[in-house]
């Protein structure tokens, strides 16, 4: 059960803008975290990583997540409906390990705008020896493995019951574990259920403080979006600097860019390089409402590469582009798994017209697998507007991708009829995981 949050500040949430990250600590007693890594230890070594069932395994880990301090920052940076994904996992980095390669997890899309979110919490002391994760702050605005445009690499370090929240795209590693101890690191993943309609933090009303920084155009957008506020700054950029290799330098130019640059963004959307498509669909986001027409007009185009592409750009306009619900609702039967993923995810976030989720529900059975999964995840979103969808919402249930399934769970309690909420228990006493049974005591 959540505790009153303790919601982050102005200059807090303006340090996860910037930087990707930000450290917190549970009130939790020391006892608490002993207790936990040795539950994690005792399970891992009788029956190995329990993966997504990290969580019942261990129920009591769900009070690090209700923590005032924990679960006011999720609200503070996702909002007050956030949703707990059911991908969740234990990272294992073995004494004497080498660590990983610097990646980007790939569970969503590239945006800038922070719908999905990832909390790490360390149950023992880790300093630098022990392997923690590695991040390079900022990099969750690039699309390539940063280089000489952000600073070199931090540790997360801290005591027990450390809890760091990252930008899902943040760039990050285990690091090597140099000592002779075990490292655990236990994995959440978060996302938005509704687009921000103003501040969700305990905000005195601060401006965003200028600097000299390339970046600042960016950071004042994402501040501004997460206000509420949708305005495009449109102060001029040079659509060519999209192209450069430099991606601070392109970067910038993507927030500056006005509505007399969206006809070339459009065709930028269909171009050959991967980051020269995202940094237009980025500016087609900053430029705002404005892009919507445009974009409409591309989902009808010939290009099934351009169709995904404004799918996507609509999806990450949010609200703004609700007048493209009734195309993106045509490319549900698109004959491109790309194209439908997009569109489905984009319909889960901008729109709430009453056709919305009878058009989507029939894509919780198609053939491609995220199709079903975007599917699942925009009817959690629609939340009680989902009803019509209840008969498929229940063949959900017992899909064979277990992310459809547990979000067709979810969206039944959202939509909190007395109808869904029968279909739901009924479904949970028999699914229920009972975290006292393991190989070493089956009953």
């Not at 040795?38 to 261990?58: D, T, W």
């Not at 801290?158 to 590693?173: E, F, N, Q």
């Not at 965003?208 to 102060?235: E, K």
Request: net charge negative; glycine share 6%.
């Amino acid at each position: 059960m959540h505790k009153t949050p303790r919601l982050l500040n102005d200059a807090k949430m303006q340090e996860f803008i910037r930087n990707g990250y930000i450290t917190l600590q549970t009130d939790l007693p020391a006892e608490f975290h002993r207790e936990t890594y040795q539950r994690i230890e005792k399970v891992f070594e009788s029956e190995g990583n329990p993966g997504n069932n990290v969580l019942p395994r261990i129920p009591s880990i769900q009070q690090i997540l209700d923590e005032p301090t924990i679960h006011g920052a999720l609200q503070s940076i996702l909002g007050p409906n956030y949703y707990l994904h059911p991908h969740r996992h234990c990272h294992f980095n073995p004494a004497g390990s080498e660590g990983q390669n610097m990646h980007k997890d790939s569970w969503s899309k590239r945006h800038h705008r922070v719908r999905w979110a990832m909390a790490f919490y360390y149950p023992q002391d880790t300093p630098v020896e022990l392997g923690p994760t590695g991040i390079i702050p900022g990099s969750q605005y690039h699309n390539s493995k940063p280089s000489d445009d952000l600073p070199g690499e931090v540790p997360l370090t801290g005591s027990a019951g450390t809890v760091v929240l990252v930008h899902y795209d943040l760039w990050h590693r285990a690091m090597p574990n140099l000592s002779q101890d075990r490292r655990y690191m236990v994995k959440f993943l978060f996302t938005r259920l509704a687009e921000p309609d103003g501040p969700s933090w305990d905000t005195a009303g601060d401006a965003w403080p200028q600097d000299n920084d390339l970046r600042q155009p960016l950071w004042q957008s994402m501040w501004d979006w997460h206000r509420g506020n949708t305005s495009p700054l449109a102060n001029g950029g040079d659509i060519a600097a999209l192209r450069e290799a430099r991606e601070a330098t392109a970067l910038q130019a993507a927030y500056r860019l006005d509505e007399r640059a969206i006809p070339a963004l459009i065709e930028l959307l269909a171009d050959e390089t991967d980051t020269v498509r995202m940094n237009a669909g980025y500016a087609l986001n900053a430029i705002g409402k404005a892009a919507v027409p445009a974009l409409i007009e591309a989902c009808g185009d010939s290009d099934t590469s351009l169709r995904a592409q404004a799918a996507d750009a609509l999806g990450d306009l949010g609200r703004q582009a609700t007048a493209a619900s009734s195309a993106l609702i045509n490319l549900l039967t698109d004959r491109s798994d790309a194209v439908r993923r997009n569109a489905i995810d984009a319909l889960g976030i901008i729109t709430n017209i009453p056709a919305t989720a009878t058009a989507l529900a029939p894509n919780l059975t198609d053939n491609d697998e995220w199709v079903r999964r975007n599917a699942a995840l925009a009817l959690l979103r629609l939340g009680p507007q989902a009803a019509p969808a209840t008969t498929h919402l229940v063949t959900a249930l017992n899909s064979d991708n277990r992310y459809v399934s547990a979000k067709a769970a979810q969206t039944l309690k959202r939509i909190n009829t007395p109808e869904a909420q029968d279909i739901l228990m009924n479904y949970l006493f028999t699914a229920r995981w009972c975290p006292k049974t393991s190989a070493a005591s089956r009953y």
